[in-house]
């Protein structure tokens, strides 16, 4: 029973370069989250997905961040033209439909870093 | 919107040691509260939960009541160990218009727990 799986587990770009990170959740889970974890600080809410729909990004920086979740496939998290500022760690959760109270799983993250 | 504090840390303790780590929030109406740990380089595993007042929650010795009054949600254990050493974070979360879901949950900065031999 697979949990939420994120790749890379770390990647590194070069200011100006493009950075794609991947959410795949655990089955039969049809809501993403991304959040965002600056060094030596708590989780910070970016966005929430559900299949081909985009249901909350109040946490989404205005310019160069986008998110999907497609029909098929896993969710991304797409930081366009990166800056040193956007190193961090990014992590992904899932929950189930349709239940209440369900809490939400995390992944391991996806360690980025820009040079 | 929410907000969450957490006791600063780190926290450092000695085996069998009791320990509490204090969290406090502020928000409007009565979100669902959380405690979740971090371990090196990996994800977030949820520690345990409590939905409404007064309500405890408990998970591997680990317990936190939810204290409306005091809008608090304590992390307490009794006697800690070598393996309790990591991150914890105190939460709020929020039901979405559907009540599907939680929606996006709000983190205090975490609290660095050591404990040694």
């Known amino acids: 029973n697979a949990g939420v799986m994120q790749n890379p587990r770390h990647l590194v770009r070069r200011r100006g370069q493009e950075a794609r990170l991947r959410c795949s959740p655990m089955k039969g889970h049809s809501h993403v989250y991304w959040y965002r974890q600056l060094p030596e600080e708590g989780l910070k809410f970016m966005v929430y997905l559900q299949k081909e729909n985009i249901i909350d990004e109040s946490g989404m920086p205005k310019e160069r961040f986008s998110a999907e979740f497609p029909k098929e496939g896993p969710s991304i998290l797409r930081i366009q033209q990166v800056v040193r500022g956007d190193s961090a760690a990014y992590f992904c959760?899932?929950?189930?439909?349709?239940?209440?109270?369900?809490?939400?799983?995390f992944g391991d993250g996806t360690r980025l870093s820009i040079l | 919107g929410d907000s969450v504090t957490q006791m600063e840390g780190p926290v450092t303790l000695s085996e069998e040691a009791f320990l509490t780590i204090n969290c406090t929030y502020t928000a409007t109406g009565y979100p669902s509260l959380f405690w979740y740990v971090q371990y090196p380089g990996e994800g977030l595993q949820l520690l345990l939960k409590?939905?409404?007042?007064?309500d405890k929650g408990s998970n591997k010795g680990f317990e936190a009541t939810y204290r409306k009054e005091t809008t608090s949600f304590h992390l307490e254990k009794g006697s800690v160990q070598v393996s309790d050493s990591a991150v914890y974070f105190c939460a709020t979360g929020r039901h979405n218009a559907g009540g599907t879901s939680y929606g996006k949950l709000t983190f205090g900065q975490g609290t660095i727990l050591t404990v040694h031999p």
């Open positions: 959760a899932s929950s189930p439909p349709g239940t209440d109270n369900q809490p939400q799983h």
């Open positions: 409590a939905t409404k007042a007064d």
